[in-house]
C-alpha cells in the first residue's frame, strides 16, 4: 500500500479557513489548528485584512479617546487602553494612535487617511506571517494560503515573504500526495474590490495555473470564489446604492463564478475550497469533486472551517466545525 503523508498514513488531512478578514483571534485559531484537530496540513482561503481602521486619540490630559462599534468611549492608560486595543483586533478592524491633530488631518484629507489605514493593515499582516512562521515551524505543519478579492495587491506580497506559508497564487503548493491550484480574485462585485476580474479573464487565470499541474497528479483547488449555482454562492441581493433588497427578509441570489465552476467541471479535481460568501456554508459536489464553503463569522471571533480527509484520489469525510 502506497503511504501518502509523512506521518506513515494510508490517507490525508487537512483543515480550511477562510475570510478572517483581520480578525487576529481567528488568524491564531487557525495557527493552532492542525494540532487541536489533528490534521496533516493547513489550507487559508483569501480575505485576510479588516475593512476599518478605529483612531485611538490621545488626549492633552492624557486619556484616550475613541468611538468603536458606534460607542464613543474614554480610556486610562494601561489596562483599560489595552482591553479596548484588543477589543478593536477582535472584531478584525485595526488599531491607529494619533493625537487631536492627526485626527483632525484624518478628517481633511482623504489620502492621507488611506495612506494610514494601508500602513496598518500591512503592519498588522507582517506581524501575522512573523507569528505564523514561528507557530507552523514548531508544529512542522505545511500550510498553503491566498489572498482575497478584498486584499490589496501587496497582501500577496507579505504572504509570499512568509518562511512558513506558501502563497498558492504565486506556485502550486505540495501538500503530501496533492498539488494545489490556488486563485484569489473574484468575478465583479458590487464592493468594487480591489482584485475584480471579468469572468474571461478568472477564466483565462485559472487556466494558465492548471497549466504547471502535473499531470496524473490529484489535485485541490483554492479558488476564493465559489462556482456559479452551486448553492454556496447565495449571498444577499443588493440595490444599486448597496441596500439590501427586501429589508430585514433579504432575497438572496447566486453570486458566484461560472469560470470557477467551469474549471471544476473541466479538470475535476478531487476537492475544491472556496470563502466569498460569509452566509453560504455548505457543500456539494461537482461530477466527482467534493465542492466546500465553510463560511465566515470572524467579527464574532468564530473560526468556521471544514476537516477533510481524503485518500489518493477522493475525498473519505469533510466535517465543518467551529472554534
Not at 515573504?161 to 503530501?176: F, H, Q, T, Y
Not at 465559489?226 to 433579504?250: H, I, K, N, Y
Not at 432575497?251 to 475544491?272: C, E, F, W, Y
Request: proline fraction near 5%; charge should be negative; include cysteine.
Amino acid at each position: 500500500m502506497k503511504l501518502f503523508s509523512s506521518r506513515g498514513k494510508s490517507s490525508y488531512s487537512l483543515f480550511f479557513a477562510t475570510d478572517l478578514h483581520g480578525s487576529e483571534t481567528c488568524f491564531r485559531k487557525f495557527l493552532k489548528a492542525a494540532d487541536f484537530y489533528r490534521v496533516d496540513a493547513l489550507v487559508l482561503g483569501g480575505d485576510l485584512t479588516g475593512k476599518l481602521m478605529v483612531p485611538i486619540v490621545k488626549q492633552p490630559d492624557g486619556q484616550y479617546r475613541a468611538t468603536f462599534l458606534d460607542h464613543a468611549m474614554t480610556v486610562s492608560e494601561g489596562s483599560e487602553l489595552t482591553k479596548l486595543e484588543k477589543n478593536i483586533r477582535f472584531n478584525g478592524q485595526y488599531v491607529y494612535h494619533c493625537d487631536p491633530a492627526g485626527m483632525e488631518r484624518m478628517g481633511a484629507d482623504a489620502a492621507y487617511r488611506d495612506q494610514q489605514f494601508q500602513a496598518a493593515m500591512r503592519a498588522d499582516l507582517e506581524r501575522w506571517m512573523d507569528e505564523a512562521d514561528v507557530a507552523l515551524a514548531e508544529a512542522a505543519t505545511p500550510c498553503t494560503g491566498i489572498p482575497g478579492n478584498d486584499d490589496e495587491q501587496y497582501v500577496g506580497e507579505v504572504l509570499g515573504k512568509s518562511v512558513r506559508i506558501v502563497n498558492g497564487e504565486e506556485e502550486i503548493a505540495e501538500l503530501g500526495p496533492f498539488q494545489v491550484l490556488s486563485c484569489g480574485y473574484s468575478n465583479p462585485t458590487p464592493w468594487n474590490s480591489p482584485r475584480e476580474l471579468s469572468e474571461e479573464e478568472l477564466a483565462e487565470m485559472i487556466e494558465q495555473a492548471a497549466g504547471r499541474l502535473e499531470a496524473g497528479r490529484p489535485t485541490i483547488f483554492n479558488v476564493h470564489v465559489p462556482p456559479f449555482g452551486s448553492g454556496l454562492d447565495l449571498a444577499p441581493e443588493v440595490t444599486d446604492d448597496l441596500r439590501l433588497r427586501g429589508g430585514a427578509t433579504p432575497h438572496m441570489k447566486p453570486v458566484g463564478s461560472t469560470a470557477v465552476a467551469d474549471a471544476i467541471t473541466r479538470h475535476q479535481p478531487v476537492l475544491s475550497l472556496h470563502g466569498h460568501v460569509h452566509e453560504s456554508r455548505g457543500s456539494t459536489k461537482i461530477g466527482d469533486t467534493v465542492t466546500l464553503n465553510p463560511g465566515s463569522e470572524y467579527n464574532a471571533g468564530v473560526l468556521r472551517g471544514v476537516i477533510v480527509r481524503m485518500s489518493h484520489e477522493r475525498v473519505l469525510s469533510h466535517q465543518f466545525v467551529a472554534a
